[in-house]
């Protein structure tokens, strides 16, 4: 008996209504019987909705006696209307109703008592055990909607958009505990490699945190002996089983003096944080610290992702090596160098410790003792937007040299450099497995000027030196 075509389209239809059914009441019985297929839907409904900068609460250090000093450091990053979080003193200052400080900085809180906990480190400060205090203080604001805390000094300077970029990699309804190490070897070595320095600041995941408030209190009394508030905040979370993902966009800047190399040679993740800036010279010449880092964000506020990247790219014509730090400077070696040689950071900086013997958990190299041999720097001098997509960078020599060179290949004749690019938007796979970007010399118009253009790299494109 031959079937017609509206019976046909009858059980087909039947068919699918059944499977659907079965799919409903399969979903249901997993769904009140198994907790961990609860979890999983919960934990991927939530990943797939972007993290913004809404979803993270602040908890930053800072005392009556510093804050005067430390704010100005905050006003460069934080973003009112969307910023949220506190910053924790031990006493109000005396300006705190200030309407113009009111409008650019976060609210202030004040710290609970913490005489009740034992501090036996000798020549340490009592006030750390205050500042560990302050991720159960955080919590304990009851914001809603969060999915980080981030903690770190009044001084901490957050890249905010590179945080929630570098945040979005993980799930937040796990339990993360991100952030980095010292930069020096000895000081990891005491405190531990698998601890995030305070300085640098580290997100921890708002489950694991509140997890972290409930237990703080009973394990801050355990470790007396102790010297920093991150000691003790790792500590605790080590009883929580918890571990540190490492993150190198984390910065505690345990180093002083110059620290253009350290900036010229960051890795390709986006930077995430600055600390300890006020002990450093200025990152620009003939500039405070403040202003310096007011400079530097003209260009984080055009291409955050992009700021501080280092791209290496060789000219053909004279065999120059040319490094480019996005937002900040360009250099230029007269000669062709590896790029493995060109990424290492030039140690322009100084130990920590004056007179101490220092190995820095750094990839270095020494800055060559003769002047006229060394690289030439250009550094920035403004970032234009209005031909957007393209962003034209222009950075000038600033430091004068006085040293002799043939004029017609020496880059030391040259008054600007000109970088084309475009906005990078990094996606979740390209931050989780970040590439460097290729730049091309472009041919010359002009004697004094250099212009480049920095693009993707294509799949085979090597970076290398031209032969």
């Known amino acids: 008996m031959s079937i017609t075509p509206f019976r046909s389209f009858t059980i087909l239809a039947f068919s699918f209504i059944v499977c659907i059914l079965l799919y409903f009441i399969v979903s249901l019985i997993l769904l009140y019987t198994n907790p961990d297929f609860t979890n999983l839907l919960v934990s991927s409904s939530h990943f797939s909705t972007p993290t913004c900068l809404e979803h993270i609460v602040f908890g930053l250090a800072s005392s009556k006696s510093s804050w005067t000093k430390q704010k100005d ?5 934080w973003k009112p209307n969307k910023t949220r979080g506190c910053v924790f003193v031990d006493s109000l200052p005396i300006d705190i109703n200030s ?6 900085l976060p609210p202030m809180c ?6 009740q906990f034992r501090y036996t480190y000798k020549h340490g400060y009592r006030s750390f055990i205050r500042m560990a205090r302050i991720v159960s203080e955080t919590v304990d604001l009851n914001y809603s909607n969060v999915r980080w805390f981030v903690f770190g000094d009044a001084r901490t300077i957050f890249f905010a958009e590179n945080l929630v970029k570098t945040l979005s990699k993980y799930d937040h309804n796990l339990w993360y505990y991100i952030g980095s190490n010292s930069e020096i070897y000895e000081q990891s070595r005491v405190d531990s490699f698998d601890m995030a320095v305070w300085g640098a600041g580290f ?8 997890t972290l408030a409930k237990v703080l209190d009973s394990c801050l009394g355990r470790y007396p002996h102790l010297y920093g508030s991150d000691g003790r905040i790792y500590a605790c979370l080590a009883e929580l089983g918890v571990g540190l993902t490492l993150e190198r966009g984390f910065h505690q800047v345990d180093v002083r003096g110059n620290i253009f190399g350290f900036l010229a040679a960051h890795p390709t993740t986006p930077i995430v944080s600055l600390s300890h800036l006020d002990e450093v010279d200025p990152i620009f010449p003939n500039k ?7 400079h530097l964000f003209k260009s984080t506020t055009i291409d955050s992702e992009r700021i501080l990247q280092q791209t290496v790219c060789y000219d053909r014509w004279f065999f120059w090596t040319i490094s480019v730090s996005w937002g900040y400077a360009v250099e230029i070696y007269n000669h062709h160098i590896h790029l493995s040689d060109v990424l290492r950071m030039q140690e ?5 410790k004056k007179g101490a013997a220092t190995n820095y958990l750094l990839s270095t190299r020494p800055v060559h003792p003769d002047p006229c041999r060394r690289s030439s720097v250009f550094f920035l001098d403004r970032v234009d937007d ?3 997509p393209m962003i034209i960078g222009r950075y000038r020599r600033i430091l004068p040299e006085n040293c002799s060179f043939d004029p017609m290949t020496t880059p030391k004749k040259l008054n600007e450099i000109v970088v084309f690019s475009r906005k990078l938007n990094l996606g979740i796979n390209q931050l989780r497995a970040p590439r460097r970007q290729c730049c091309d010399v472009l041919p010359p118009k002009d004697v004094s000027k250099l212009e480049l253009s920095i693009r993707e790299c294509r799949d085979d494109e090597l970076i290398k030196l031209h032969k």
């Open 348 to 352: 322009t900086f100084n130990p920590l």
């Open 203 to 210: 997100a921890i995941s708002a489950p694991l945190a509140r």
């Open 110 to 115: 004040l710290s609970s008592n913490t005489s």
């Open 73 to 77: 450091f905050v006003k460069l990053w």
């Open 288 to 294: 405070s610290v403040i202003n310096s880092l007011h």
């Open 99 to 104: 309407t113009h400080d009111n409008i650019s």
């Open 386 to 388: 209005s031909k957007m």
